[in-house]
């Protein structure tokens, strides 16, 4: 299997572990307050929406991942979502670590 696929299915897993916030005014309040550790962004989001959620994440230097589509993002989760925030570490060292092994 390769990188992307698991990187995809570990956030499936982060969403049954109840690790994983959806919605973008959801995930930007939760990094408010400091609780996301990474921001999966889709690649085909709104240019006002990208802005909102990467401001927002720039103030505390949280990783961003937008490698992903809305339609892949919303498969892995099983909810149509754009922006999902992980607020778990190990979840999200995981799958910073799966993207970087070349997904």
């Known amino acids: 299997m390769q990188n992307r696929q698991k990187a995809i299915n570990l956030l499936g897993l982060a969403e049954r572990a109840g690790k994983l916030t959806t919605g973008t005014e959801t995930v ?8 996301i550790k990474a921001v999966i ?20 230097n949280i ?10 993002l919303s498969k892995a989760i099983g909810k149509k979502r754009k922006v999902l925030g992980l607020t778990d570490a190990g979840f999200a060292k995981a799958l910073v670590k799966k993207i970087n092994e070349g997904v």
């Open 28 to 35: 930007i309040n939760e990094l408010n307050k400091h609780k």
């Open 41 to 60: 962004m889709a690649s085909d989001v709104q240019d006002n929406t990208a802005e909102k959620v990467n401001r927002a994440a720039r103030k505390d």
């Open 63 to 72: 990783p961003m991942i937008t490698m992903f589509t809305s339609i892949e």
